[in-house]
């Protein structure tokens, strides 16, 4: 799974609750994520739990 921060249609608004700022840091200090495929199910199953907040990702083409 690759996330893309720059094209993130809530980027800045939703980041702080964002899985991709708890483990990497802020958008602007990453710019691109690249999760393996197992990794972002592993990921899911967590938030899931409650454990770590979800991935708030919200591609532009996708926000209207």
């Given amino acids: 799974m690759i ?3 720059g ?3 809530v980027a800045g608004l939703a980041c702080d609750d964002c ?10 200090a ?3 994520a690249d ?3 197992d990794h972002a199910v592993a990921l ?4 899931g739990s409650g454990l770590i907040p ?3 990702l919200v591609p532009r083409s996708q926000a209207s």
């Fill in 19 to 28: 899985v991709v700022s708890v483990l990497l840091g802020t958008p602007d």
């Fill in 7 to 9: 094209s993130c249609a």
């Fill in 44 to 47: 899911e199953v967590l938030a």
């Fill in 54 to 56: 979800p991935l708030r």
């Fill in 30 to 32: 990453i710019g691109l």
């Fill in 35 to 37: 999760f393996p495929a």
């Fill in 3 to 5: 996330i893309d921060c």
